[in-house]
Structures are given as structure tokens and as C-alpha cells.
């Protein structure tokens, strides 16, 4: 059974401080996703990785893949309240196209 | 504009009463699926779908039911079995291979009263 473990659960940071959520995944696979939740609302698409090595930025984020060490990282650079919310991982077995496995999520709050 | 569409936003159900909600996308999307989230916790998969007239049980299908008679549509019916079925509860579509991961709706709050 495929797990998808994300660290921390909760991360409580300063803006304009650095840190990385990291997504660690069980089986092999070469896709993997991020997604971001505002409370109350639905999921929203970040980043699609889908090869080895693959990393992708989009203003204070960016996300990496290594599919050898079944890690994906999320990167968040000088941080701002707007990054406030939950984000999770999600993994598609190689192979295999019936359904992604999520994460646990990880809910960030940026303090002033 | 291509999308998928939850209804109703907020759902109230008595007790014993069955509700069905909707959703629906334009994506010409394969596979559609449906998870449930309590309040501070992740996405729990109930059914999905990878093609018309067939769907699979998730992790939690007890109390719930699903038909998928069109491509565009997948139904959720909470029944009167399920007990506790207060939740928000989320649609999702997928192309093949999930080329951008999962498309999903924007949720149905659902409460018993």
C-alpha cells in the first residue's frame, strides 16, 4: 500500500523567513503533486512534477522531485502571510493511472 | 471556460434522510472521484470512476453511493447508513495519466441537523 508522509504538520513562521515541507512517498513513482487549501475552500493546483530532478518556481515557492530517494520537497522563500493555508502532496504510482495518494498536509501560518 | 461544478455550496440533512450531490465537469475528463474532509484533516477517498458505467469503492465507501451513467457527471448520494456524514465534501477529474493531477471542484458543506 502506497503511504505519503509529509513533515512538518504544522509549521508556524516568521515573514521573510525560509523553510521546506518535504513529502516522502513509499513506492516508485515519477509524478507527483502540490496543491494548496485556503480554509473552507476546495484544492487548488501548484506544481506538476513528472520526471526526475524535475523542480518548478512560482513567486516565493518551489518544488522539487527526486524519484531515488522518494522525496519531494516544497520550498518557501521569505515567506508572506498570503502563504497561510494547508498544503499537500499527491503521488501517482509508476505505472499505474487509477487514482493519486495524498498526503497528510501540512497547514503553514506566516506571523507577522 | 472548462471546469468542474459541486452542488449545491451547503447541504443540510435530517436524520434518516438520504441527499445526493452533484457534480459535473466539461473537461472531457476520464475519471472522476470523490473524497471527504472533516474539519483539520486530509482527503479520504470514497468512490471513483475511470469510465462511464463502472466506479470503484474507496477507502471509505460504507454509507455512500455513486452512479456514473455520463462522462460528465458523478453523482454522490450520502445515505441514511452513514451515520456521521458531516463534512465538506470534494469532486475531483482526472485525464489519463493524470497529466495535471486531479481537477477539483469547489466542495459541498454538508451537516446534519
Known sequence: ELKVEQNPLFLSMQEGKNYTIYCNYSTTSDRLYWYRQDPGKSLESLFVLLSNGAVKQEGRLMASLDTKARLSTLHITAAVHDLSATYFCAVAPTGTASKLTFGTGTRLQVTL | ?113
Open chain 2, 1 to 113: 471556460d472548462g471546469g468542474i461544478t459541486q452542488s449545491p455550496k451547503y447541504l443540510f440533512r435530517k436524520e434518516g434522510q438520504n441527499v445526493t450531490l452533484s457534480c459535473e465537469q466539461n473537461l472531457n475528463h476520464d475519471a472522476m472521484y470523490w473524497y471527504r474532509q472533516d474539519p483539520g484533516q486530509g482527503l479520504r477517498l470514497i468512490y471513483y470512476s475511470q469510465i462511464v458505467n463502472d466506479f470503484q469503492k474507496g477507502d471509505i465507501a460504507e454509507g455512500y453511493s455513486v452512479s456514473r451513467e455520463k462522462k460528465e457527471s458523478f453523482p454522490l448520494t450520502v445515505t441514511s447508513a452513514q451515520k456521521n456524514p458531516t463534512a465538506f465534501y470534494l469532486c475531483a477529474s482526472s485525464s489519463e495519466w493524470f497529466s495535471y493531477g486531479y481537477t477539483f471542484g469547489s466542495g459541498t458543506r454538508l451537516t446534519v441537523v
